[in-house]
């Protein structure tokens, strides 16, 4: 008979009837956490693989860079815990293409206005020393605390230097005759409801302001003045009465125009248009031409007035003309680089490395044979172009021209240990006029001629050839690193080869194409050929510059030199931002609304060079720490808008 078990004695379990081993877990935890780690360093390694960079970053980026949230490389160099933020990874889309607007050398240089003194600084000022990412998508980079301006600046509003135009009492150029005090009479403000310019009666003078200045709103300024639209209904009858009459012989007349293919705008294009217009507006009455009815601007009367000022004084306009060629080709290399490097295909960014691969190879040898000497930099380095450009040269005449310019410069600089600002610029002046008759010459030698000029525009009195000739080098070294670094980013497939569809800087551009356009006109004008009869000049030629000046006089100045652009109301204010609008919202709160609250005596103002500009006491009465911002950025900017 089977023993019966009494109730409550307790059964053993099946681990103490057959033991199991007391490690039995260890091995598996182990193995899942060795594939744990593997898992999390290579995501850590390579996270663009993964696109699980955002978890593991110390923090969102802002709304605009979370495009590139997962691709590391877009911002940072090297791997793994040694990254850091790069600055040619935020100038490869921020700043155009080897443009050195963004880098601090280029603030240093634009608020002192040398551009060798920013390469002085032993340690450049990082980007990410100021905008600091990875802060959430709704931080703003720009927003900047006046700390980091406290280092090297003033520390308040209130130590703030009285405004430079102020202290200097800075006048203006604009290139017109326009009192104040003759606009703002009481003549004047009844006349500006008759011509319709108001849909009111004027009574006060302070109300005629805004008539011209008027508000503008995407930049919060004033509207740019025009002709048109400011002077055209009180002046126009002017212009009707034409010219006075000149001698046919001393002007080109349209058919010769269209014959030498000089393109004029508003002005015919063909032979058969050009006959018409001659009948119709200059007419031939005893070997003279008048004529009839000018335009603003009027194509006819400003070709022909450039050729006749440039028969009178040929060495002001050469002068002109040669600072115009500078401009011209420093703007024509700005705009081809206008575009930043993320935006740019391959193939255009290998042929900008070649460019600059040439470009250190010529900079290295010029350095190779300058050696180690300290000298007068402009002269010593104007003398090597005069002789680069008389060794390229297969003119006799114009090596002919070399020689003496080449020993005035060494005995007015080399010898006396450099050149003042005025020599340097004459001395430029003139080896431009020989570098363009050269180009003109022979084309073959226009990269050659390109490069002298360059070497030229970057010339800085009381710099030596050896600091100008290292601060050049040090920056296309740093454009040909930044170059390779992008086609480094199509080569590891952080970015394709070809261009992104949408453009970075979109209208970047646009004022430099602007002002490319307007250089190109003024220097067509400064090379137009005056009629044969006119070429030596003498007092016939300055009665027709006279008679053509008859319709413009009562606005613009009379000069027989190159006449400068009409340049009105420009900032005064070059390295501060200055919007009128709301402050001219704040000045609606006062009793009458008034520009001279800020202008005193501007309605009293007979001289358009005037510019009655405030002090700095007409700002901090309203921005300070208790009424309105009073921080650096309010006014101040720190990266130019272009490098100086």
């Known amino acids: 008979m089977a023993r019966e078990i009494p109730y409550g004695t307790p059964r053993q379990p099946e681990s103490y009837v057959r033991p199991r081993p007391a490690m039995r877990f260890v091995v598996p935890a182990a193995i899942a956490g ?36 997962t691709r590391c490389q877009a911002c940072h160099l090297g791997s793994g815990a040694n990254r850091e933020a790069s600055d040619a990874r935020c100038l490869r889309c921020h700043s155009s293409a080897t443009s050195g607007t963004h880098v601090h050398s280029a603030h240093v240089a634009f608020g002192g206005g040398d551009p060798a003194k920013g ?36 520390k308040s509003l209130a130590a703030h230097p009285e405004f430079a135009a102020v202290k200097s009492a800075a006048r203006e150029a604009p290139g017109v005759v326009f009192p104040h005090e003759r606009h703002l009479r009481a003549d004047a403000l009844a006349a500006y409801a008759k011509s319709g310019m108001s849909s009111a009666p004027v009574t006060q003078a302070e109300s005629a302001c805004v008539l011209c200045h008027e508000s503008e709103r995407v930049t919060r300024d004033l509207q740019p003045l025009s002709y048109e639209r400011h002077c055209s209904r ?10 006075e009459p000149i001698a046919a012989g001393l002007v080109v007349m349209p058919r010769a125009i269209v014959q030498r293919g000089d393109n004029l705008p508003n002005f015919p294009a063909t032979l058969d248009e050009a006959k ?134 060494r005995k007015s600089g080399v010898e006396a240990k450099g050149l003042t600002a ?35 525009q970057a010339l800085t009195p009381g710099e030596t050839s050896a600091e100008a000739l290292a601060r050049v080098l040090a920056q296309r070294e740093s454009d040909l690193v930044a170059v390779r670094d992008e086609l480094q980013l199509i080569a590891s497939g952080v970015r394709g080869p070809e261009a992104p569809p949408r453009p970075l800087l979109a209208g970047r551009d646009k004022p430099l194409r602007e002002a490319l356009s307007r250089a190109q006109w003024r220097l067509l004008l400064a090379m137009v050929e005056p009629a044969p009869l006119a070429r030596k000049g003498g007092p016939a030629v300055a009665a027709a510059l006279h008679a053509l000046w008859n319709p413009c006089k009562k606005c613009h100045v009379e000069s027989s030199a190159p ?22 919202r704040a000045a609606l709160g006062q009793t009458p609304l008034s520009c001279g609250t ?10 358009a060079d005037e510019l009655h500009l405030p002090g700095l006491a007409s700002c901090t009465g309203c921005h300070n720490a208790k009424a309105v911002s009073d921080t650096c950025l309010s006014c101040h900017r720190y990266h130019p808008l272009e490098a100086p």
Request: glycine letters at 6%; one cysteine or more; hydrophobic letters at 40%.
């Open 598 to 607: 800020c202008h005193a005596g501007i309605e009293k103002s007979a001289k």
């Open 563 to 584: 006449a400068a652009p009409v340049a009105a109301a420009r900032h005064s204010f070059t390295r501060a931002r200055f919007a009128h609008e709301p402050h001219l």
């Open 34 to 69: 060795a594939m744990l780690l593997a898992a999390s360093a290579t995501i850590m390694l390579t996270p663009e693989s993964w696109g699980l960079r955002q978890m593991l970053a110390p923090g969102s980026v802002v709304a605009a860079h979370a495009i590139v949230e």
């Open 119 to 154: 390469t002085r600084r032993e340690k450049p000022q990082a980007c990410s020393t100021c905008h600091v990412e990875h802060r959430g998508r709704h931080a703003e980079l720009r927003d900047v605390g006046d700390p980091q301006c406290y280092s090297c600046h003033f």
């Open 234 to 243: 009180c002046h126009a009858q002017e212009l009707q009465l034409g010219t």
């Open 422 to 456: 005025r020599e340097l610029e004459e001395s430029r002046a003139q080896l431009l006029e020989t570098l363009r008759a050269l180009r003109e010459s022979d084309r073959s030698l226009a990269g050659e001629v390109d490069q002298l000029i360059g070497r030229l």
């Open 276 to 409: 018409a217009f001659e009948a119709l507006e200059l007419p031939l009455e005893d070997g003279e031409v008048r004529k009839k009815t000018a335009l603003h601007e009027d194509p006819w009367i400003v070709y022909n007035r450039a050729g006749l000022a440039r028969a009178q004084e040929p060495e002001p306009h050469a002068a002109a003309r040669s600072a115009l060629l500078g401009e011209r080709a420093r703007l024509s290399r700005r705009l081809s680089l206008s575009q930043p490097l993320a935006e740019l295909d391959q193939r255009t960014l290998r042929e900008i490395e070649a460019g600059l691969s040439a470009s250190l190879e010529t900079l290295r040898g010029r350095q190779t044979a300058l050696g180690s000497a300290r000298d007068a930099a402009a002269a010593n380095e104007l003398v090597a172009a005069v002789a680069a450009a008389g060794a390229l040269s297969r003119d006799e005449a114009l090596r002919g021209r070399s020689a003496p310019l080449a020993a005035a410069i």
